[in-house]
Structures are given as C-alpha cells and as structure tokens.
C-alpha cells in the first residue's frame, strides 16, 4: 500500500511539474503578453459544477473576460474579488469564445463552447458551408473580440458534420489544455493585438 501510495506521490508531481513546464514555455513563446502565475484553489462550483477558482484577484490587475491559460486555454475569468477569482471553463456550455482555423488555406471562423462541463470534448459551430474545416485541424481563438489574444490553442477537430438545417457547418473539438485536472494557470492581463488584416479584395480593414 505504501508502494502505491510513493507511485500515486510521483505521478502528481511529475503532473504538476509538467503543467509548471507548460507555463514557462508560455511565457517564453509570447514575449509581447503580460501574464499573472494562479494556482487553483477550488472547482467545480457553479449549478453547472464549470467553474474553478484562483488565488489571484483585483490585487494582482485581473478584471473580467480575461483569458486563463495552460498550454492552452483554460476559460475566461467570470468574476473578480479582492484576492481570487472565478473562472468560467472552455468546458462550460455557457462558454461562447471566437475561434478560428489555423491553417494558411483556410479562412474558417466560429464559435467554441463546451457540451458539458464534464467533457473535454468542445463544440464549434456557426461555420459557413463554402469554408475549409476538416479533422485534424488545429482551432485557436480568433482574437476578434479584443478582451483576449489571438492564436492561443483551443483545441483539434475530431468529427465536421452540417448543422440540422443544412446551411452551416459544426464539429467536435478536443480540448487541447487538461482543463479537468488543471492546477496551475496563466492569466493574460495586456498583449498587443494583431494588426488588422486588409481584405484581398480592397475592402475595409477587418
């Protein structure tokens, strides 16, 4: 018993290190971000149970609608007090997040929300039929809202099908962060946005 007490110790810890690992890389590959360090304090609070909390709040410059991250994205903060905050998860089906195709041939935009808070599975929709989305493909936020960046990793698309109605497309996304298990996250507080992208055709900036 003690044997797999020692075993089940070194999996959390590898565990843990490799989210801080995760972390570092990060903050290493989006130099031009500013990210607070949390720990998780609390989940699965909410009538939903997709929510989580973190020990950092007001005092470190959070404010809602913030991106929360661990190699990929976690969830937005949903509520900010004096020295924690809540966090909606991606997983949530109240979760609504901008999100894109990232793939130099495809122009492919959407929307991303969870199924249940208890999947890691995700569900983008509102996809136009004519667009290119297939499996495989790799989904990141689209950064049009402007409350958080572009390019951060959501997820890799398992299943594209219609919508019941026939006009646009949907799909199932795995979630790429391991949102169920998280202990150690990155809130976005400022980055610089991307420039905005004039159109082939001579349209207006988008």
């Known amino acids: 018993r003690q044997r797999q007490m020692c075993i089940r110790d ?6 843990e290190n490799s989210q801080l690992r995760g972390l570092l890389n990060y903050k290493e590959q989006h130099k031009t971000q500013t990210v607070v360090a949390a720990k998780v304090i609390s989940r699965n609070y909410g009538v939903l149970r997709d929510c989580l909390y973190i020990d950092a709040g007001a005092n470190k410059g959070l404010h809602r609608e913030m991106a929360v991250v661990n190699n990929g ?6 509520e900010v007090y004096d020295e924690y905050s809540r966090v909606l998860l991606l997983t949530s089906p109240r979760c609504k997040i901008g999100a894109r195709v990232l793939r130099a041939d495809s122009r492919a935009v959407g929307v991303v929300g969870g199924k249940t808070a208890e999947s890691d599975m995700l569900y983008l929709e509102h996809i136009v039929r004519e667009a290119s989305l297939r499996k495989g493909d790799i989904i990141v936020t689209s950064g049009y809202s402007g409350t958080h960046p572009a390019d951060i990793l959501i997820g890799t698309v398992k299943a594209v099908r ?9 799909a ?6 391991d949102i169920a298990d998280v202990e150690h996250v990155l809130v976005i507080t400022s980055f610089t946005p991307k420039p905005k992208i004039e159109l082939q055709q001579g349209g207006q900036a988008q």
């Open 10 to 15: 070194r999996a959390s810890i590898y565990a």
């Open 73 to 78: 994205l976690v969830g937005i903060i949903d």
């Open 162 to 170: 219609m919508d019941r109605v026939g006009l646009l497309q949907e």
């Open 172 to 177: 199932d996304v795995l979630a790429t962060a």
